[in-house]
């Protein structure tokens, strides 16, 4: 890694539009997953960036997507039974934090029977009826109920998440955000292949900057050393 000390109006990256302060800025060597030329663009100064689990980076969609918790919600287990007090889940999308609603409802229907609260953004939710653990990057969790299900009934979740790029063939990676791209690559060069480029892990930055921001990744990116104002 490198620590960098900017200069606003000098130097290789554009840093009027994404610094949040003259602060020193981390940086590292970034190495993106090749793009189909549709859909290259989207690599662009200021969005936020994930990794492969072989270390490649990809973005994070700008577009936040809602999952309703109603009647054609999506129900992460159908038809429990009575039985059911721990009940291990993955949502099918990675969710943003600090958004995910668990509830039981009966099969088919909108109506609130047991809740178990909303995430606190820390991976923990806690309701009326019960609590769950959520792990950000994967989507899964555990639901624990304080009382038993009326059998046939449904645990639903609700919540919104940002879509994450395609990793290679057999790869995951991590929904969580990691880094920002630090300046705009040229298409050629993502189509063509692997390229490494320079992505930002730490310092202070502009919200309104930043592509794939969330209000829910915050505590996140502050954790790991990137700050939004």
């Known amino acids: ?3 960098m000390q900017p200069s606003l109006t000098t130097g290789t990256f554009t840093w009027d539009k994404l610094l949040g302060a003259d602060l020193p800025i981390e940086t590292i060597a970034c190495t993106l997953e090749q793009r ?3 859909t290259d663009a989207e690599y ?3 969005r936020l960036l994930n990794q492969d ?3 490649k980076w990809h973005i994070i969609s700008s577009t936040e997507t809602t999952v309703a918790l109603n009647a054609t919600g999506e129900v992460i287990k159908n038809n429990l039974a009575g039985t059911d007090l721990q009940i291990p889940f993955t949502l ?3 969710p943003v934090p600090g958004t995910v609603n668990l509830a039981t409802t009966a099969d088919g229907s909108a109506t609130v029977l047991k809740q178990l609260g909303v995430d606190n953004g820390e991976g923990r939710g806690v309701g009326a009826d019960g609590w769950f653990t959520i792990d950000y990057d994967t989507g899964t969790g555990i639901a624990y109920l304080a009382t038993a299900p009326t059998a046939t009934n449904d645990l639903k979740a609700g919540y919104k998440y940002r879509a994450v790029d395609a990793a290679d063939t057999a790869e995951t990676q991590r929904a969580l955000p990691r880094a920002i791209l630090a300046e ?6 993502v189509i063509a292949g692997d390229v490494v480029t320079v992505a930002y892990v730490r310092g202070e930055f502009r919200r309104a900057a930043l592509l794939g921001y969330s209000a829910g990744y915050e505590g996140h990116l502050n954790k790991i050393g990137i700050v939004t104002k």
């Open 36 to 38: 189909a030329g549709s």
């Open 53 to 55: 689990v072989d270390g």
């Open 184 to 189: 705009d690559i040229a298409g050629a060069s």
């Open 92 to 94: 099918a999308n990675p």
């Open 44 to 46: 662009a100064r200021g």
């Open 1 to 3: 890694m490198v620590n």
